[in-house]
């Protein structure tokens, strides 16, 4: 402890955190600590490559368990090493948190999409078409039952055009038609703003005012890389304006990115919850969840860039706690996504 500068001495005597327990789980070794009196949670995050090498580990996470105690983790293994297969679609209609993967420590990763505002950001192929095909699967049986709306903005026409039947006419791919479908959003956002006033303060979804989940693939397609400044200034502000106003009424938003850079998305601080996959650069990572996730272990620069290895892997960081969880989204396959509009065509299980 005093080697890696978490001990102290002073006059002549030694000051040490105190270790309080330790704990084997199937894949990790978790050692509770209590810091020293006047110790930050930063002086721990700033030293895991010195407590995961001084406990023989690859890597140590930090978070806090109450006031003055920590929890290390060590792991052992990787359990989400392995990809996982496309979920099953609920047998009852939801709007979540909706199951889309798994958790290191084993449990159901269940992504909440109404009531915030998710941004997703990862490299070229780090899987964040997973998170969104999982996201769509889980809340299918809702939209099927009218209870949910899910409206796609797809301006690489890659992505969510698989599955474009499932959208129906709120599918848009040029710029100035996302444009377009972003307004009818803030027009339903405002009309409900204006119904709600004074009656309701939560939005409960209903057929009459289902919930409207706007999906944006490559964000950055229709902000920093459009050519026409004033689309791109339109767009910029209706995304601002739902991200800031819409949750409350029912309308969220799922966005993913590839470049998490301010100078790309300048409103990434408006989503309340934000998944990191792998990203290229140590820098990104608080970029994407914030200062200091990645020296409290959100190690997504150096996530494995081999798909089998690697893909839906990443660190989500919600607006209810400050610790990075690692997770694993599952794969949905093509040929699943097709299943999938073919199936809700036909009003069949998915």
């Known amino acids: 402890m005093i080697i890696s500068g978490l001990g102290r001495h002073v006059r002549g005597r030694d000051y040490l955190p105190r270790l309080v327990g330790v704990s084997c789980t199937s ?79 084993g449990q159901p990763w269940r992504l909440k999409v109404h009531g915030t505002h998710v941004l997703v950001a990862g490299a070229t192929g780090a899987g964040k078409g ?54 009818e959003a803030v027009s339903v956002m405002q009309e409900r703003a204006a119904r709600f006033a004074g009656v309701q303060r939560n939005h409960v979804p209903t057929v009459e005012d289902p919930f409207v989940l706007v ?15 004033g689309l791109r200034q339109r767009i910029t502000a209706v995304l601002a304006t739902l991200t800031t106003q819409g949750r409350a009424v029912g309308v969220g938003v ?44 959100a190690l997504a620069d150096l996530i494995s860039p081999r798909p089998e290895v690697g893909a839906g892997v990443g660190f989500v960081r919600l607006e209810t706690s400050p610790d990075p969880i690692r997770v694993r989204a599952a794969y949905v396959s093509d040929e699943d996504i097709r299943h999938m509009a073919r199936a809700f065509v036909g009003g069949e299980a998915a």
């Open 254 to 297: 799922l966005a993913a990115l590839q470049d998490p850079r301010k100078e790309v998305m300048n409103i990434r601080n408006l989503f309340p919850d934000k998944i990191a996959l792998r990203l290229d650069e140590s820098e990104q990572v608080d970029m994407v969840l914030g200062d200091g996730a990645r020296d409290r272990g």
């Open 215 to 229: 999906i944006v693939d490559e964000v950055a397609f229709l902000t920093a890389y459009q050519s026409d400044k």
């Open 130 to 183: 997973s998170v969104i095909w999982s996201a769509i699967r889980g809340l299918l049986p809702a939209v099927r039952a009218g209870l949910v709306e899910l409206w796609a903005l797809d301006p690489k026409l890659m992505e969510l055009s698989y599955g474009r039947a499932i959208f129906g006419g709120r599918y848009a791919a040029s710029p100035k038609e996302c444009a377009d479908l972003l307004d």
């Open 27 to 105: 894949w990790a070794d978790v050692v509770a600590v209590k810091m020293l009196s006047g110790q930050a949670v930063k002086d721990w995050a700033d030293r895991t490559e010195h407590l995961a090498h001084g406990f023989g580990a690859v890597s140590c996470r930090v978070t806090v368990a109450r006031a003055g105690r920590l929890l290390l983790t060590f792991p052992r293994c990787d359990p989400l090493a392995v990809p996982l297969p496309a979920v099953s679609v609920p047998e009852t209609p939801s709007v979540g948190p909706v199951e889309i993967g798994m958790q290191e420590n």
